[in-house]
């Protein structure tokens, strides 16, 4: 069984280290930069930039949904994006990863959200599976544009 909960500033700990899985996951472990410190500033500090939740099985940390909202200038309301999902393999395909999601869903709901968006790697087929089965769409026309501003990963 488990629990899905918004991520309390407690949490930045296992958060951070779910952060680190995740970039082993995606072979990206040598772009992080952030660190339990900057973790707890992004989420809980006095300017949030983001929230995450999190998935528990007995009361231990496995996975995370971690959002911020974005703006919409044809719908002229906020939407939510999803940063990152992470579910840790032993608990994949457990209904975790779609609780995750539709706690994401649900919290667009609630603010009046027109939409949310997020990206998935192109290598990553059960993902994208699994966001098709979801009913979303994966946006083959739209491709990500990055401007490196400083030091740390592009």
């Avoid at 998935?120 to 490196?148: C, H, K, M, Q």
């Amino acid at each position: 069984m488990f629990i899905i909960r918004p991520a309390a500033s407690s949490d930045a700990p296992a958060l951070h280290a779910l952060i680190l899985e995740l970039a082993e996951f995606e072979d990206l472990a040598h772009e992080v930069v952030a660190t339990e410190a900057s973790t707890w500033e992004a989420l809980f500090g006095a300017v949030p930039s983001a929230e995450a939740l999190l998935a528990e099985v007995d009361g231990r940390a496995v996975g995370f949904a971690l959002f911020y909202p974005f703006y919409s200038t044809f719908a002229g309301r906020s939407g939510l994006y999803l940063e990152d999902l992470y579910v840790q393999e032993a608990h994949r395909r457990s209904g975790l990863g779609r609780a995750l999601v539709e706690g994401f869903i649900a919290r667009a709901r609630e603010r009046g959200c027109p939409k949310v968006e997020w990206r998935v790697l192109t290598w990553n087929e059960g993902a994208i599976r699994f966001y098709e089965s979801l009913g979303a769409a994966v946006l083959r026309d739209w491709v990500p544009v990055r401007l490196p501003l400083g030091p740390g990963p592009a």
